[in-house]
Nanobody, 115 residues
Framework: VQLVESGGGLVQPGGSLRLSCAASGFRFSNYYMTWYRQAPGKERELVAYISNNGDSTNYAHSVKDRYTISRDNAKNTVYLQMNSLKPEDTAVYYC?????????WGQGTQVTVAS
């Protein structure tokens, strides 16, 4: 199983970014996918998850109405559209899948929101 995130970077408050996570090594369309984030000195927290066919999503209260999770099962990719970014959104963002009773994480992508 391999998860590779991309799309992070430095953005000003109020700006937008779209993260991508390319997955391989498992039948992507059969599994829920989740985005987590970890800010410096804080525990990793769940940001959003999406069902295997994309018809169900859920968000952390802190990002609801600003972030949108989506997926393209033909491309084995899950996305996180982040709008109205705030400095407190600064973190390393990770893609996650639970597969065959194991936890798999990507390497993470840094998102920094600062002026």
């Amino acid at each position: 199983v391999q998860l590779v995130e991309s799309g992070g970077g430095l953005v000003q408050p109020g700006g937008s970014l779209r993260l991508s996570c390319a997955a391989s090594g498992f039948r992507f369309s059969n599994y829920y996918m989740t985005w987590y984030r970890q800010a410096p000195g804080k525990e990793r927290e769940l940001v959003a998850y999406i069902s295997n066919n994309g018809d169900s999503t859920n968000y952390a209260h802190s990002v609801k109405d600003r972030y949108t999770i989506s997926r393209d099962n033909a491309k084995n990719t899950v996305y996180l559209q982040m709008n109205s970014l705030k400095p407190e959104d600064t973190a390393v963002y990770y893609c996650y899948v639970g597969y065959a009773l194991n936890d798999y994480w990507g390497q993470g992508t840094q998102v920094t929101v600062a002026s």
